[in-house]
């Protein structure tokens, strides 16, 4: 994992966007989350407003327990879910992965409980950047 942001664990990965969605859809499986939604921004775009975006995909993932658990604990933490992992092509043709930090977009809750279930979200989507890092690196 290269980058750490206060709000998103991130990475870049000299692999093809498509490879890159491929390993992060896989990752996401691995520490038990499924893609909910997938906006294809650069499509969007195009169609709502004619206008050429790079590569870049918001995929909405969710580990159904940790959803189960916070919404049992705030029917309103639903408007900060599902967790959202970004993939996108870079500049030099990379691709760069991101998923929020779920501490960070809980903090507006100010609940110890919520805080608790997104440690352990956080944790596991950690490991989802750093499996997308370490399939890299095991392609050398």
């Not at 990752?27 to 004619?50: M, Y």
């Not at 998923?99 to 809750?109: G, H, Q, T, W």
């Not at 950047?129 to 890299?136: D, L, P, T, W």
Request: charged residues 35%; contains cysteine; glycine residues 2%.
């Amino acid at each position: 994992m290269e980058k750490v942001k206060r709000y998103a664990f991130s990475t870049v990965l000299d692999a093809s966007y498509e490879d890159a969605i491929s390993r992060v859809r896989d990752a996401l499986k691995e520490e038990g989350f499924g893609v909910l939604t997938e906006i294809d921004v650069k499509e969007t775009l195009k169609r709502k407003l004619n206008k050429d975006f790079r590569k870049y995909v918001i995929l909405g993932a969710c580990n159904p327990p940790y959803a189960y658990r916070s919404l049992e604990a705030d029917l309103d933490v639903g408007l900060l879910l599902p967790c959202n992992v970004i993939v996108y092509e870079t500049d030099d043709k990379k691709a760069y992965v991101a998923a929020i930090n779920p501490i960070s977009a809980l903090e507006v809750i100010q609940s110890q409980e919520l805080r608790d279930i997104a440690e352990e979200v956080s944790e596991r989507l950690k490991r989802v950047i750093e499996r997308v890092y370490q399939a890299r690196a095991c392609e050398w």
